[in-house]
């Protein structure tokens, strides 16, 4: 048996579409684009790249971009007073720090001065609880990505055994709270989990998101399992290459060999990000104004 590779640039083109389509229709009715305005302290070359393609993201999709860029050594008073203006501007309705943030500044000090409503990155200790006790808010963009594409491929989810390699803020536990609202029977693993192969080995759903290159081998999944590999690392170049080629937290070659349906790495999760980013922040706006607004059907 081999297993289907989800594809997740198409799917996230399809819903890239689907804002875009909606985001028109937001400025027909009030007269204005929705925006999203992204933070981006230092100069990091990572974040840089990421920011450069948000921007570019939400230009396409017919919203505005504002694009703010602070110093390195910019005090944390300066990017609190920065979040503050865009908390009361009214052209904002999403608001995206970039991170890492520099070592002198206290990043939960600064993700929690975000309006939560403005949160359309789901960081928020608000929009977590909102998340936890099942009331709507933000969900942080690559979980909510994953269960888009969990659904897309088998419907409904009740029921399911699924295990979450990964307890981290950003990705492990909300992804674990969205299963849980799907009424799959969850397990979140992590550094001290005992017998992993083994815990692995009867989940229908594996989520990895662990930041272990090939960590999960084919012969730990149960036949037939929906593989979603949320990592992404860089292994040592190897003799005559320029730089190491990208893999994911699962190994994708034996996992194809056991899996129903597996995401690869480039091409599976990273490009649902983005998209859901522009989602969110679509929604953000949508809700402002105080338009109805499906928001399934996006």
Same mark, same amino acid.
């Given at each position: 048996m081999t297993a289907e590779v989800i594809d997740g640039r198409a799917f996230a083109f399809a819903l890239r579409e689907r804002v875009s389509e909606y985001a028109h229709r937001f400025e027909a009715e009030?007269?204005?684009?929705?925006?999203?305005?992204?933070?981006?302290?230092?100069?990091? &070359?990572?974040?840089?790249v990421y920011v450069r393609a948000k921007g570019k993201a939400t230009i396409e999709a017919g919203m505005a971009s504002f694009e703010h860029r602070l110093a390195a050594d910019s005090s944390e008073s300066e990017l609190l007073a920065l979040v503050e203006t865009l908390n009361a501007d009214p052209l904002v309705d999403g608001i995206l720090v970039q991170l890492p943030? &520099?070592?002198?500044?206290?990043?939960?000090?600064?993700?929690?001065?975000?309006?939560?409503?403005?949160?359309?990155?789901?960081?928020?200790?608000?929009?977590?609880?909102?998340?936890?006790?099942?009331?709507?808010?933000?969900?942080?963009?690559? &979980?909510?990505g994953c269960l888009m594409l969990l659904k897309d491929r088998l419907g409904d989810l009740s029921g399911l055994d699924a295990v979450v390699i990964g307890r981290s803020n950003i990705v492990g536990k909300p992804m674990a709270q969205l299963l849980l609202q799907e009424s799959?029977?969850?397990?979140?693993?992590?550094?001290?989990?005992?017998d992993l192969p083994e815990l692995v080995r009867r989940a229908d759903i594996v989520i990895a998101a662990v930041g272990r290159p090939e960590l999960v081998k084919g012969h730990w999944l149960k036949p037939g399992a929906t593989v979603i590999d949320v990592g992404i690392n860089r292994l040592p170049a190897a003799q005559g290459e320029a730089k190491g080629r990208l893999v994911g937290d699962v190994d994708f070659g034996s996992a194809l060999q056991v899996a129903g349906a597996v995401t690869p790495v480039p091409g599976g999760v990273g490009p649902m990000t983005i998209a859901v980013l522009l989602r969110n922040t679509l929604v953000a706006a949508y809700r402002s104004a105080g338009l109805p607004l499906a928001e399934e059907a996006i």
């Open positions: 009030t007269g204005r684009q929705a925006g999203l305005a992204v933070v981006l302290v230092g100069e990091d &070359p990572a974040s840089q943030l &520099p070592d002198h500044m206290d990043e939960a000090a600064v993700i929690a001065a975000i309006l939560p409503d403005k949160d359309v990155d789901g960081f928020t200790v608000v929009n977590a609880g909102r998340l936890a006790v099942g009331l709507s808010g933000f969900v942080p963009c690559t &979980p909510l799959c029977t969850v397990t979140v693993a992590h550094s001290r989990t005992r």
